[in-house]
């Protein structure tokens, strides 16, 4: 080979000075057969830094965890067969939330793929409809190529994961090539429009001027595209209220006075109030989920709709839209903010509006009772936001405690909340909280779980020894698998079919004998002060085990099948089952 | 409705896999799909034949779109355009009447015997998928059909607008 400007390296050594050359900080992984060549050439290396997880599950969604909380992309390595396949949920989670990973699998050798070789997947196969995009590397000197576009397709357009399946054979050691990694990435099957149509633009803005019940509803998009800042100057320009997703979260301060609260299944009175009132609606970066619309032949009669996403297999999938918008939320919303500022109109005047939106706010639809002798699980999270002054991340599971975390956390900025909102995985909250930990080591991060979740990946205790990584565990313990039970007691007369958990372990023992500290409250009148001894605690790992009320249901609820508005609230009644 | 959806995607392997899979996943109908490279050997085109209203048309077309190995996508129904699918028919003609009947009727809609035995003749025959399925019709009635395959359709469309990267 007489190439001579390019490093000659192998394969394995490809792989881990693509990551380097990229800016890769943390890899998750776990070695296995596969990929013991590259974890070799992993030894030398000193920039990027990898995180030995108990489980490949936990790998990804660590990796997630990092990829929300910073917004670059997560980065995965795992070995072939078993290591491939335990990816999956968390490949599917991260596709879901439209979050950027790379995953890098190893594969058996080109020579014995398709013979069912010890520890044999095909990978590419099984991850095809939960990624964005994948390759199945079959040269040496392809690797930097395929690891390049990975994390260009990864992070740009609607993010996802992408998976790069690396057979054993091309990490070979002994067989060297040119190291060439591309500067520039240029895919013409791929060219993710930026831009929103300036005729387009210019319909919205109109609508947007006179509208005169008006609800900006906005998702993970503007997360995804950092236009928060974006996002609160067009609602104070507009004096327009904003209702989030659970996605959407921090796309405007939870603190915000035109902030109505999250809106669908267990979104505020308020907020979907007034979707269903709206006369138009400006949605961006949210796609109309149907734990959001319920259902949709009734969804919002009166609103013409605006819909802004930079996928447009988003738009008019489950409710038209009436002006469709292509682009990118922030470039969107700065062309339309410049667009308002070019025209003489005014934005109507919205105080009826209001009037109405405040009346609906006064219904107090998130008001809970408290009790003398148990704690509630709402009560739990405002006393995570009292000791953490609001600034925590918090990344969750999936149940009761995650609404209850989504609902009673304002969160000022993007990216502080973190969780599984549209695979709705659990086991997610613990390993996700790891990668934001490592992303923001100075930061809080607290994982708000469940005694069902946290099981669900309870090992990676260990990891965070080995690797100090001190996130506080809030578990709100209720015995049960609370959101089932809550559905169960709802609309199956009360026939809690194994939702209830026995013989749990005792968490605070346990997290003992991995070597961190671990707390027990029951006595309500004792919580603000064990969370405070437990955040004062900076440098270890605390795992809260809070016992709370077993039959404590999130409100308010939709009624299936009904209109976006359609909500059981909060009384006596619904608190008894 | 009958729609016709091309294609032209890169060349690579899994391409097709990921245009297949998303159909079967997101529960959309195929009728029929050819694929095979173009004049330019990096590109591959498809031709999808599949059915369904306007909305669901408009989301098929904008997923597959999204499919990163993608380039263009057009729905040929939309507009004048040129269709044609090949059929291969064994046909058992077991007497003088059968096989002339079988020879008259592949001479009326243009067929082709393109191979005889004794008791057998093949005939092949290019058209439109309606042409296709009435000659398959004519021959039920008069002899014994053993097998058939059919190519799917390919289409093109119609002037000078023409389906490249």
Not at chain 1, 222 to 232: F, M, N
Not at chain 1, 490 to 512: A, C, I, Q, W
Request: with cysteine.
């Amino acid at each position: 080979m007489e190439n001579n400007d390019k490093p000659m390296l192998s394969g394995a050594q490809m792989v881990v000075k693509s990551l380097e050359d990229l800016g890769v900080k943390y890899l998750f992984g776990y070695p296995g057969g596969a990929v013991l060549d590259i974890y070799d050439a992993l030894f030398e290396n000193e920039k990027v830094e990898h995180i030995l997880v108990r489980h490949e599950q936990a790998a990804v969604h660590a990796a997630d965890g990092y990829a929300r909380a910073t917004g670059d992309v997560g980065s995965v390595l795992v070995t072939s067969g078993p290591g491939a396949t335990n990816t999956i949920t968390g490949i599917a989670t991260a596709y879901m939330d439209s979050i950027p990973l790379v995953v890098l699998s190893g594969q058996v050798p080109t020579t014995v793929i398709g013979e069912d070789a010890f520890q044999e997947t095909d990978m590419v196969g099984c991850s095809r409809p939960i990624v964005k995009h994948s390759f199945l590397v079959k040269k040496a000197e392809d690797i930097p190529g395929a690891i390049a576009k990975a994390y260009y397709i990864a992070k740009t357009g609607r993010p996802g994961p992408v998976v790069v399946d690396l057979p054993k054979d091309i990490v070979n050691p002994l067989i060297k090539a040119p190291y060439d990694l591309p500067e520039e990435i240029n895919i013409r099957s791929y060219k993710p429009s930026s831009k929103g149509h300036p005729r387009q633009i210019k319909k919205a803005v109109e609508l947007l001027l006179n509208a005169k019940q008006p609800v900006i509803y906005t998702g993970g998009g503007i997360i995804a595209s950092e236009a928060s800042k974006e996002l609160t100057k067009l609602a104070e320009t507009l004096n327009m209220p904003v209702t989030n997703t659970l996605m959407g979260l921090g796309g405007i301060s939870g603190t915000h006075p035109q902030f109505i609260g999250m809106l669908g299944m267990h979104g505020t009175y308020e907020a979907n109030k007034s979707m269903h009132s709206a006369d138009v609606i400006f949605a961006v970066g949210a796609r109309f989920d149907d734990r959001v619309t319920n259902n949709v032949a009734k969804f919002c009669p009166n609103a013409t709709i605006v819909h802004v996403d930079v996928d447009p297999t988003s738009i008019s999938k489950t409710i038209q839209a009436h002006v469709p918008v292509v682009g990118e939320a922030k470039k969107v919303i700065k062309q339309i903010l410049e667009h308002i500022d070019s025209t003489d109109s005014k934005p109507s005047d919205l105080s009826a509006w209001w009037q109405q939106i405040n009346e609906w706010r006064n219904v107090k639809s998130l008001a809970y009772e408290t009790f003398d002798d148990k704690i509630v699980p709402q009560q739990v999270i405002e006393s995570l936001y009292k000791v953490t002054n609001g600034d925590a991340y918090v990344t969750s599971d999936v149940g009761q405690h995650q609404m209850f975390a989504a609902l009673y956390y304002p969160y000022k900025k993007p990216r502080q909340w973190i969780n599984s909102g549209g695979l709705g995985t659990m086991g997610f909250g613990f390993p996700a909280a790891m990668g934001v930990k490592l992303a923001f080591p100075d930061a809080d991060v607290a994982c708000v779980t469940g005694d069902g979740s946290i099981q669900m990946n309870i090992q990676e205790l260990a990891t965070c020894l080995q690797y100090n990584i001190p996130v506080k565990i809030v578990n709100i313990n209720n015995s049960s698998l609370g959101m089932v039970k809550q559905w169960q007691s709802m609309f199956y007369n009360g026939r809690h079919s194994h939702s209830y958990m026995d013989s749990l372990p005792d968490f605070v023992k346990l997290t003992e004998a991995y070597g961190h500290v671990g707390m027990r409250v029951t006595d309500p009148a004792e919580l603000d002060k064990v969370m405070a001894e437990a955040f004062a605690l900076k440098d270890r790992l605390v795992f809260i085990d809070i016992i709370v009320d077993q039959n404590s249901h999130v409100y308010p609820m939709q009624i299936k099948g009904g209109k976006i508005d359609d909500m059981v609230l909060a009384n006596k009644e619904g608190e008894s089952n | 409705m009958r729609r016709i959806l091309s294609i032209l995607l890169e060349n690579e392997p899994g391409a097709l896999s990921r245009i297949v899979g998303l159909f079967s996943q997101r529960g959309y109908n195929i009728d029929s799909l050819t694929v095979a490279h173009t004049d330019d050997e990096t590109l591959s085109r498809i031709t999808i034949s599949t059915r369904g209203d306007q909305r669901v048309l408009e989301q098929i077309t904008k997923q597959v779109n999204k499919l990163v190995d993608v380039l263009k996508v057009r729905e040929l129904t939309e507009r004048p355009h040129i269709e044609r699918e090949i059929v291969l028919v064994k046909i058992f003609a077991e007497n003088n009447e059968q096989r002339e009947e079988v020879k008259r009727s592949a001479d009326i809609f243009r067929g082709q015997i393109v191979d005889v035995t004794a008791r057998v003749y093949t005939v092949q025959l290019l058209g439109t998928s309606e042409k296709v399925e009435a000659f398959i019709d004519v021959m039920r009635e008069n002899a014994t059909i053993l097998e058939t395959v059919r190519s799917g359709t390919v289409g093109i469309g119609r002037g000078e607008k023409s389906l490249t990267p």
